[in-house]
């Protein structure tokens, strides 16, 4: 039956038409198996149908950027599971309108919109999102954590609401809520289909790679002397197909989740700062929500914090393939993309070319930057210090879950 075949994109926004796009993405986004029409059509209705059951309050705009039901099942960074834990804990007070695949905002301008106004809450990195909102940087320097235990660690931790959260809503408008945690590598193009797999650091000098919207991201990647080069998504892919360009600094999930995988080699775990994919709020929105309404979305965003530790860890390697010989079901296993992990001398050696530990002088002045608009707190020693208060080799699924707005 015609009802009964895979879902494309034309029957997707047919249903989307019928009963809203947020709760067919919603519905989507449930599914385990493979999508069909009538399937799709009957959980998008239930959806409509309990989203509809009383009136909100609040209907509250989250731009997504690029995020769909699609590649949040390969980068399970929580987006539309928060969306929909909003609606059903606040029993419908709030409802959310959920825009992603771009269609909204980007992962640069995201940030913006929502301090105008034009949206409410927004996923992006918080890498693309620090050209509007500088205090973003402060999660950027070189090294500053040494593992996704560690990012987890400290997101949970009450000082990040001194070190990070607070200068943000006072800064930028920005109330941070939760945030995937991932370290970025270089994800190498067809060039190096043939070479040996990258063990050192020196094996990567002098090649060009593409660089995001990161400020301090450019610092580390010039002291290792890894050309960054600014250019397009749109050419990215083009560029690491023909050798154009020789890698991208990004993260696993993110390779994979924005289908670069296919035009991929080798993903160089170099693990040198913060790949953190987070949702976050316009905070005079947050602020004039009643009180019992900003406590759901606060038990909600530590909630998805737990969602996304736990999940992603999962999606890295059994979707995602990040790991020394990917499965062969996984992303990278179906691209042939090797995953190269480099020695704890290795990421040492590349820690002391290019982290403010070791060599601080290149980054003094956005350090004294940052800690002037922390309010004078010397914030990269305080997160480092942080950073380390858990063993390195701590596994992300023993970070305790802490509710970072209270204090211990």
Not at 57 to 78: M, R, V, W
Not at 150 to 171: G, I, N, T, W
Not at 191 to 211: C, H, M, W, Y
Request: with cysteine; glycine share 6%; net charge neutral.
């Amino acid at each position: 039956m015609a009802k009964d075949t895979p879902i494309d994109r034309r029957g997707f926004f047919r249903i989307a038409g019928r009963y809203g796009l947020t709760s067919t993405v919603i519905a989507a986004s449930s599914f385990a198996g493979p999508l069909t029409l009538s399937g799709l059509a009957r959980a998008a209705s239930q959806t409509a149908d309990a989203r509809n059951a009383s009136t909100p309050l609040y209907t509250l705009k989250f731009g997504a950027a690029g995020f769909n039901e699609e590649n949040l099942k390969i980068q399970e960074s929580g987006q539309l599971w928060f969306a929909r834990e909003l609606e059903q804990r606040s029993n419908g007070a709030l409802k959310i309108d959920f825009i992603g695949s771009n269609a909204i905002c980007n992962q640069l301008d995201c940030v913006k919109k929502t301090q105008q106004g034009i949206i409410d809450l927004f996923s992006a990195s918080t890498q693309n999102s620090a050209g509007a909102a500088p205090y973003y940087n402060v999660l950027d320097f070189a090294y500053m954590f040494p593992s996704r235990a560690a990012q987890h660690y400290f997101l949970y931790h009450p000082k990040s609401e001194k070190l990070f959260r607070e200068p943000m809503r006072k800064r930028h408008n920005i109330q941070v809520l939760f945030s995937h945690c991932e370290l970025r590598g270089i994800m190498l193009g067809k060039k190096f289909a043939d070479a040996p797999l990258i063990t050192s650091v020196e094996q990567l000098a002098g090649t060009k790679n593409r660089v995001t919207g990161t400020q301090l991201g450019r610092i580390a990647m010039q002291l290792m002397n890894l050309n960054p080069v600014p250019i397009s998504w749109e050419e990215t892919l083009d560029g690491l197909k023909q050798g154009l360009i020789d890698g991208a600094e990004t993260w696993m999930g993110a390779a994979a989740y924005a289908n670069m995988a296919p035009v991929l080699s080798q993903a160089v775990d170099l693990k040198f700062f913060c790949g953190t994919d987070h949702t976050a709020m316009n905070n005079k929105t947050f602020e004039k929500l009643p009180s019992n309404l900003q406590d759901v979305v606060m038990e909600t965003s530590f909630a998805a914090q737990q969602y996304t530790q736990r999940e992603q860890e999962k999606a890295l390697i059994e979707v995602v393939g990040a790991e020394a010989n990917p499965g062969p079901d996984t992303v990278f296993g179906k691209n042939k993309v090797r995953v190269a992990t480099l020695s704890d001398a290795e990421i040492l050696k590349a820690e002391k070319m290019c982290s403010p530990e070791y060599n601080p002088k290149p980054w003094e002045e956005w350090r004294e930057r940052l800690s002037k608009m922390s309010g004078g707190q010397d914030v990269y020693k305080e997160i480092f210090d942080i950073a380390r208060e858990i063993p390195k080799n701590t596994a992300v699924a023993d970070v305790q879950a802490r509710r970072w707005w209270q204090t211990a």
